[in-house]
């Protein structure tokens, strides 16, 4: 076939492919899980017949040859001379898995097919009943990390002078799980391994969809990397007997490679389309190009009904006016009804990726040495094409983790009374504006001590704030980069890497992930995705001049602004809404980091935005309206701005930002703080009561525990210290004995003490020394139960260490010193020495 032909019907070839291989691997499944049914065979024979004509008509010799020998062995089936076995299928699924990576090279110009002929002997001795195949002669099912893959070597030198060569190995296989399978990796790299182990080549096969020049990239951002290699292993079969077999076909030259072709975002090369009677084909760019101009068209209708508004309103009564709004009004209609049908060609049914997952469990049962059945519901629920793609690898993981960590051995189940093969439930269904996707074992579930022992382990966490951490914050750890419970790596999990890259890649599509999980039942993990990234509604706020977009999705509640529910906490602000103290961010700070003017006024409004369990409140000047919207995405030119995801045209021509929600979250995450919860409250004598007198500095409120204190007096006579500290206010005589009077403010960075008939003097003990230590007022005892106070999360680790907890208290935050911590930081190394003393007149001495 001359290049013209072959450029001009290779694209209806790898489409029948496409439909023909998800049609075979289904039906390949069924054949191993339900015997030689006689409907399955026929069907598996008539595709097999299928492929081998259009690859002969292709002149692709080695697939005809392959599609041969299978029609010839599934003939045997047929006729019940050959009878099905997990050997056979093995070799059956190696043969499928050799033509989807020929369909990948095809789709990117390549044309020349790979060497089979290994393969194609086996089949051709099953097909000519010599016998099942021996163990040796089966290539081990390698479990598929993703579709649209290629295999890819990499050759990498550290840098002689680097002091920490395992380090940047550790580095570097990081970088490269992120971005794929690490199938063999030599030498072995593990967190106890040694600079001298490391101080030659390193060499890795990595199953990736990334690009040789993409993952390059990747690896280069390691630092004293002195060599970086990454080539592509194009002459290797579909799947290698091992990783010994893969090191060897790494190291023979690698065949020319294919031309490069641009990857548009949503390639035919990754759509899957089930067969369906009475379609046409079209391109996909020409389809999305048709969906832009539906967008295009959307946004000059909405400026259109806006400009009629305002004829309306100049020319009320007009004929010609009201003739314009009857036009109008029956343009929007056809819009409207023209952009859900475009959506629409954008929906596919998630069939199209749940399709992929029993033969991925079917082989990660393999791998793990486990009995695993997968059930899938909502199979025709439709979600936008874009998206189809982008959950595919988080759903992968999740799916592994199911199998290798959720899943016990069938042993261990048969011994708790459980049935010996587990099971892992997928359902897809319609929530709103929203699909929701469920993906739930019977396994042994998440232990979440387990979890605290290893974050703290880790040093993801203290052990006094894992002490202060509900169970579900608790599971949420497992999303920390580094988190694994596992006892061991095995070839699917168990490196700390993978959940933190499923929750950052569900948010990054304003995605939300949520763990729900019982010891010795099961773990359900639920996701929430919007159904298409093209149109979303949104909130229009306006702050100042500008008009910002807010997905509603992400809106939990809106409330007017009121200043007497602000509460101070280190000089962040906290709101109060219901019993609840959450973060209070200013929408035109962080646009613009400034204030910008009054942000206080009545008229301000608060929106409580949330991802997940995280919730934020945000202030902006004035509400607009709900209005659905085109996202345009940030042209390169632009760049990076903080908080915004991308644009959108208005009505009015003007051009709105949208809010980055995920961003704003995650920017407020490390200032919030735990309180006590029902789930905290600790019983017995862990739960004590206690006294705890509570005082003003700078119209904040904060407490000492009764216990430290000895003696409350009003504010005495006090003598000033010649070159004392700042913090030092001078000594006060108490029943002869002299004492240091200190200025928490000094230490705190607030305005000077200022003596009023309300000052005091708190006399607490340190060791053999007494200290007095002067504060605004005084307002009240309260008895405090343990499990009310919450560890202070947000300022714990500044250069002020000397707030222990916090208190919640009819609506204020009470913050509770730490007397050890103030004594500390109080007393100077000057009087420690005994400096100042030299400056006291020796009158008031003792």
């Keep these: 076939m001359s290049e013209f032909q072959m450029e001009v019907y290779i694209g209806v070839f790898v489409d029948e492919l496409s439909e023909q291989l998800l049609l075979l691997d289904k039906s390949l499944l069924e054949l191993e899980e339900n015997g030689s049914s006689p409907e399955t065979i026929q069907t598996i024979f008539r595709i097999a017949h299928t492929l081998k004509g259009s690859s002969a008509a292709m002149g692709f010799d080695k697939l005809k040859e392959m599609m041969h020998k299978l029609e010839n062995i599934f003939d045997q089936l047929r006729n ?11 070799v059956l699924f190696q043969s499928i898995d050799y033509v ?4 990948e090279l095809f789709l990117k110009g390549t044309y020349e097919e790979q060497p089979a002929e290994h393969l194609i002997e086996v089949l ?4 000519r009943g010599d016998g099942k195949p021996v163990e040796s002669e089966v290539i081990k099912p390698v479990v598929s990390a993703m579709p649209d893959t290629e295999l890819l070597t990499i050759r990498i030198l550290i840098e002689p002078t680097s002091e920490m060569k395992a380090v940047r190995a550790m580095l570097v296989l990081r970088e490269l799980q992120e971005s794929g399978d690490v199938i063999s990796t030599q030498p072995a790299i593990t967190a106890e391994s040694q600079d001298e182990e490391l101080s030659g080549p390193l060499q890795f096969i990595v199953k990736s969809r990334l690009g040789a020049n993409e993952l390059q990239a990747n690896i280069n951002q390691v630092s004293q990397l002195a060599e970086v290699m990454v080539s592509p292993i194009l002459h290797a079969p579909a799947v290698l007997s091992s990783p010994e077999e893969i090191s060897s076909v790494a190291q023979e030259p690698a065949m020319k490679k294919a031309a490069p072709v641009s990857k548009p975002v949503l390639s035919a090369a990754k759509e899957t389309a089930a067969p369906v009677s009475h379609t046409v084909r079209v391109d996909v760019h020409r389809l999305e190009h048709l969906i832009n101009l539906v967008g295009e068209l959307l946004i000059d209708n909405t400026r259109l009904v806006d400009v009629k508004k305002r004829l309306h309103d100049k020319f009320k009564g007009d004929g010609d006016v009201q003739l314009l709004e009857d036009i109008t009004h029956h343009l929007g209609k056809i819009v409207s009804n023209m952009r859900d049908g475009m959506m629409k060609t954008r929906m596919i ?6 399709s992929r997952f029993p033969r991925l469990i079917r082989d990660l049962s393999q791998t793990a040495n486990k009995e695993i059945a997968l059930t899938i519901e909502g199979k025709e629920t439709e979600l936008d094409r874009t998206l189809i793609e982008e959950i595919s690898d988080p759903l992968i993981h999740i799916l592994r983790n199911a199998a290798d960590h959720g899943l016990e051995s069938p042993d261990e189940r048969e011994a708790v009374g459980k049935p010996r093969k587990g099971q892992i439930f997928m359902k897809a269904a319609h929530e709103e504006n929203s699909i929701v996707i469920t993906v739930q074992d019977d396994g042994r579930g998440i232990d979440p001590e387990r979890i605290r022992l290893k974050a703290v382990s880790k040093g993801f966490i203290s052990e006094e704030e ?3 951490m509900t169970e579900k914050e608790i599971i949420s750890l497992i999303f920390h980069s580094g988190m694994s419970t596992a006892e061991k790596v095995t070839e699917l999990s168990g490196r700390g890497v993978g959940m933190d890259i499923v929750r950052t890649h569900i948010e990054k599509l304003n995605g939300i992930i949520d763990i729900e999980t019982k010891i010795g039942i099961g773990t359900t993990i639920t996701l929430k995705l919007p159904l298409t990234l093209a149109i979303i509604r949104s909130l229009l706020v306006r702050q100042q001049q500008r008009t910002i977009a807010v997905p ?10 009121n200043e007497s529910d602000i509460q101070l906490l280190h000089g962040q602000e906290m709101y109060h809404v219901r019993g609840e103290i959450l973060p209070l961010l200013r929408l035109n700070t962080l646009l613009s980091g400034s204030q910008g003017g009054d942000e206080r006024g009545n008229k301000k409004s608060i929106l409580m935005i949330g991802m997940a369990e995280k919730r934020v409140c945000l202030v902006v000047d004035q509400l607009i309206a709900n209005q659905e919207i085109v996202i345009k995405s940030l042209d390169d030119i632009v760049g990076h701005i903080p908080y915004i995801t991308g644009t959108t045209i208005l009505g009015d021509g003007l051009v709105a930002l949208i809010l980055d929600v995920s961003a704003v979250i995650q920017m407020s995450s490390s200032g919030q703080v735990r309180f006590g919860t029902k789930e905290r409250v600790l019983k017995g004598k862990n739960n004590a009561k206690k006294e705890m007198v509570t005082l003003y500095l700078d119209s904040q409120c904060y407490g000492f525990h009764l216990e430290h204190v000895q003696e409350i007096v009003a504010m005495p006579a006090i003598t000033k210290v010649a070159g004392a500290e700042s913090n030092v206010i001078g000594l006060m005589n108490i029943r002869d004995e002299l004492i240091f009077v200190y200025d928490l ?14 000052s005091r003097v708190l006399i607490v003990r340190n060791k053999e020394q007494s200290i007095g230590i002067a504060v605004d007022s005084l307002t009240q005892i309260v008895a405090v139960y343990d499990h009310e106070l919450a560890q202070d999360i947000v300022h714990r680790k500044e250069s002020f260490m000397s707030i222990q907890s916090i208190y919640k208290k009819d609506g204020r935050l009470i913050q ?4 050890d911590g103030i004594l500390t930081q109080l007393q100077t190394n000057s009087l420690e020495s005994g400096d100042m003393y030299e400056n006291i007149p020796r009158t008031h001495r003792r």
């Design 80 to 90: 019940g001379k050959l009878q099905v076995s997990t050997e056979l299928m093995n």
């Design 100 to 103: 989807k990576h020929q369909r």
């Design 124 to 127: 051709d001795r099953i097909s």
């Design 349 to 354: 049914p998630i069939e199209q990726l749940f």
């Design 466 to 468: 894992s002490r202060h």
């Design 552 to 561: 509603l999705s992400n809106i939990i509640e809106i409330f007017r602004y």
């Design 745 to 758: 403010r000094a230490s705190m960075g607030l305005p000077p003490f200022p003596v009023s008939n309300y």
């Design 816 to 819: 509770v010193f730490d007397l």
